[in-house]
């Protein structure tokens, strides 16, 4: 196989398009994972991280080398052992993979199970928490599975009243949505490289509050093990082979976040998703969420009935170079996952997709 020779216009649940600009960074010369030039810039992507989390003050933030699952694993192996009660809010495939992840590492759980494409409601998460506890509560900000947003500030609070500590699992909204991991109590939170943020996947940022740092376990893992990469990244201790390639590229992308600004990135990801929803209702399309539980960066796009859901993904691939995602578990078959992350969210992207789209449905209802 040749190398690709044009960009595929990535619209998919990520990885999303990534900038000329980050592009160019990665071509920079490689410095080992020891090299105090590297390690400044680790220091830079550390104070970046920490501002883009809104983290509070004495939280540790870093990268995981690894992508968004690497980063729940680190969350997890750190918080989670034997003797942790677990509360999983489950509403979709990637709240599952927490909750098993917990699992996995031996913690005490428990699932609040809702409806695959509502947001949860704060209520339940209370009930749960009244009549058995917690010490840990993992939760999925953006369900990318379900094209769903959880209410996570009124989730933390909640979580907070009962002594137990938030997971925020925030791999499609860092960058998208509103997040603030210090004014809503977050405990952990972790996200990816490859979604709203704009880098390639390979590296995931994760922050740790100091309320979480106070509360780790011994870590079963050690890629992932928090003290370890605390030596690594803050006393330079070896610990694993950093690829610098994928730190210029995160760094990059990180700074082009800061300089458009939070608010204005999360304004932008809102616009698009509106005029595509907007778009979509026009093209007899309809989105699976109700209105006040849909995320800005991925749009759950209800598959018709007399509608071949993947000859459609497969037209927009082969006529228009543009990829959407398939449904995941049960929702296989029934919805199409739109991703406008990113440099994806853009009036460009948005006229280009309705329009692939209408023509691609056309022809198959011609047969
Ligand atoms: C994509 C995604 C993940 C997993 O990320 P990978 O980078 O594929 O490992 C986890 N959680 C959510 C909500 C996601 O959308």
């Given at each position: 196989?040749?190398?690709?020779?044009?960009?595929?216009?990535?619209?998919?649940?990520?990885?999303?398009?990534?900038?000329?600009?980050?592009?160019?960074?990665?071509?920079?010369?490689?410095?080992?994972?020891?090299?105090?030039?590297?390690?400044?810039?680790m220091d830079q992507m550390r104070d970046q991280l920490r501002r883009v989390f809104r983290a509070p003050a004495g939280s540790f933030a870093c990268a995981v080398s690894g992508t968004g699952t690497s980063a729940m694993e680190m969350a997890v192996a750190n918080l989670v052992d034997?003797?942790?009660?677990?509360?999983?809010?489950?509403?979709?495939?990637?709240?599952?993979?927490?909750?098993?992840?917990?699992?996995?590492?031996?913690?005490?759980?428990?699932?609040?199970?809702?409806?695959?494409?509502?947001?949860?409601?704060?209520?339940?998460?209370?009930?749960?928490?009244?009549?058995?506890?917690?010490?840990?509560?993992?939760?999925?900000?953006?369900?990318?599975?379900?094209?769903?947003?959880?209410?996570?500030?009124?989730?933390?609070?909640?979580?907070?009243?009962?002594?137990?500590?938030?997971?925020?699992?925030?791999?499609?909204?860092?960058?998208?949505?509103?997040?603030?991991?210090?004014?809503?109590?977050?405990?952990?939170?972790?996200?990816?490289?490859?979604?709203?943020?704009?880098?390639?996947?390979?590296?995931?940022?994760?922050?740790?509050?100091?309320?979480?740092?106070?509360?780790?376990?011994?870590?079963?893992?050690?890629?992932?093990?928090?003290?370890?990469?605390?030596?690594?990244?803050?006393?330079?201790?070896?610990?694993?082979?950093?690829?610098?390639?994928?730190?210029?590229?995160?760094?990059?992308?990180?700074?082009?976040?800061?300089?458009?600004?939070?608010?204005?990135?999360?304004?932008?990801?809102?616009?698009?998703?509106?005029?595509?929803?907007?778009?979509?209702?026009?093209?007899?399309?309809?989105?699976?969420?109700?209105?006040?539980?849909?995320?800005?960066?991925?749009?759950?796009?209800?598959?018709?009935?007399?509608?071949?859901?993947?000859?459609?993904?497969?037209?927009?691939?082969?006529?228009?170079?543009?990829?959407?995602?398939?449904?995941?578990?049960?929702?296989?078959?029934?919805?199409?996952?739109?991703?406008?992350?990113?440099?994806?969210?853009?009036?460009?992207?948005?006229?280009?997709?309705?329009?692939?789209?209408?023509?691609?449905?056309?022809?198959?209802?011609?047969?």
């Amino acid at each position: 196989m040749p190398l690709p020779e044009s960009e595929r216009i990535l619209l998919g649940p990520g990885p999303s398009l990534v900038s000329p600009r980050v592009m160019r960074a990665m071509a920079a010369p490689v410095l080992s994972h020891l090299d105090p030039e590297l390690m400044a810039m680790m220091d830079q992507m550390r104070d970046q991280l920490r501002r883009v989390f809104r983290a509070p003050a004495g939280s540790f933030a870093c990268a995981v080398s690894g992508t968004g699952t690497s980063a729940m694993e680190m969350a997890v192996a750190n918080l989670v052992d034997h003797k942790t009660r677990v509360l999983s809010v489950v509403g979709g495939y990637f709240a599952d993979r927490v909750a098993g992840m917990c699992q996995r590492y031996g913690g005490q759980v428990r699932r609040l199970e809702y409806e695959w494409g509502r947001a949860v409601d704060p209520d339940a998460v209370r009930r749960a928490l009244s009549q058995n506890g917690a010490d840990v509560v993992t939760v999925v900000h953006a369900e990318t599975s379900t094209g769903v947003l959880n209410p996570i500030e009124q989730v933390a609070a909640i979580a907070r009243e009962h002594g137990a500590l938030v997971i925020v699992d925030a791999v499609t909204s860092l960058g998208g949505h509103r997040l603030e991991v210090e004014q809503w109590g977050i405990g952990a939170c972790y996200s990816c490289a490859q979604k709203c943020i704009g880098a390639p996947s390979g590296m995931a940022p994760i922050v740790f509050s100091p309320d979480a740092l106070a509360r780790r376990v011994a870590s079963r893992s050690f890629s992932f093990d928090l003290g370890l990469l605390e030596d690594y990244w803050v006393r330079r201790k070896y610990h694993h082979t950093i690829c610098a390639s994928l730190v210029y590229a995160l760094r990059e992308a990180l700074s082009m976040v800061e300089e458009e600004g939070l608010e204005a990135r999360w304004t932008r990801h809102r616009d698009h998703h509106t005029t595509l929803a907007t778009g979509l209702g026009a093209i007899g399309l309809s989105l699976l969420p109700p209105e006040s539980d849909r995320l800005w960066t991925l749009n759950a796009v209800r598959v018709p009935d007399d509608i071949d859901e993947a000859a459609v993904r497969a037209q927009l691939l082969v006529r228009f170079n543009i990829e959407v995602g398939a449904g995941l578990g049960p929702l296989a078959g029934k919805i199409w996952r739109v991703g406008l992350m990113g440099a994806g969210s853009s009036p460009a992207i948005v006229v280009l997709l309705l329009g692939a789209l209408e023509s691609v449905l056309r022809a198959q209802r011609r047969g």
